[in-house]
């Protein structure tokens, strides 16, 4: 099955600064979502896009996707230290099913207060 | 409250002994899914299982069995068999296409 991929590895930033990461994937997706994992804990979604759109927002998140250079970005809007976090992207693949999301390695992002 | 939890938060094994993971859910989801997390990794797929009594293996099942006689419980067994056990177990239900996440257990076998 395939991954998506996120970069950077590492992110850290002021608080207050905007922070964005990507996610990238080499075949057709139905949907790709965001998730949120603080350190040791379980994983929590933040927004899910689907192959049609191009643009989502959710309070300070706005995901894009680019279905023809098989990308998304996430971007945080005036950061704060609680979103200090790994962000992961998961893809759905075209064929539907619930048979599991693929998760990339995850960004990690330091906010400095 | 509804939710999924796992138990427990840690748990240490000697190695040859089987352990198994326990994962509830009260969110009457059909779909509940077991992923397995190294460090600095993402979450690779171990099983998942889209309705009582059936389930299927993921991407990475060898060493592993489980079982789901109730909706609202799919445990985990990390056998001896598993070449290194030793990681980070998280439990995810879904009824559609965002999956919830139980807090994880951390494995650790010497």
């Known amino acids: 099955s395939q991954q998506g991929e996120e970069d950077p590895q590492a992110l850290s930033i002021q608080e207050g600064e905007n922070a964005t990461m990507n996610c990238s994937y080499k075949?057709?997706?139905?949907?790709l979502q965001w998730y949120r994992q603080n350190s040791g804990r379980g994983l929590v979604h933040l927004i899910l896009?689907?192959?049609?759109?191009r643009e989502k927002h959710s309070g300070r998140l706005r995901v894009t996707l680019d279905t023809s250079k098989k990308s998304s970005s996430l971007l945080i809007t005036a950061s704060r230290a609680a979103d200090t976090a790994s962000y992961f992207c998961a893809l759905r693949g075209s064929g539907g099913g619930a048979d599991g999301l693929t998760f990339g390695k995850g960004t990690h992002l330091i906010i400095q207060p | 409250d509804g939710g999924i939890t796992q138990s427990p938060k840690y748990l240490f094994r000697k190695e040859g002994q089987n352990v198994t993971l326990s994962c509830e859910q009260n969110?009457?989801?059909?779909?509940m899914y077991w992923y397995r997390q190294d460090p600095g990794q993402g979450l690779r797929l171990i099983y998942y299982?889209?309705?009582?009594?059936?389930?299927q293996k993921g991407d990475i099942a060898e060493g592993y069995s489980v079982s789901r006689e109730k909706k609202e419980s799919f445990p985990l067994t990390v056998t001896s068999a598993q070449k290194n056990p030793t990681a980070f177990y998280l439990c995810?239900?879904?009824?559609?296409?965002?999956?919830?996440f139980g807090p994880g257990t951390r494995l650790t076998v010497t």
């Open positions: 969110l009457n989801h059909d779909a």
């Open positions: 299982s889209q309705i009582v009594n059936d389930f």
């Open positions: 995810a239900s879904s009824a559609g296409n965002e999956q919830y």
């Open positions: 896009i689907r192959s049609n759109e």
């Open positions: 075949t057709s997706i139905n949907n």
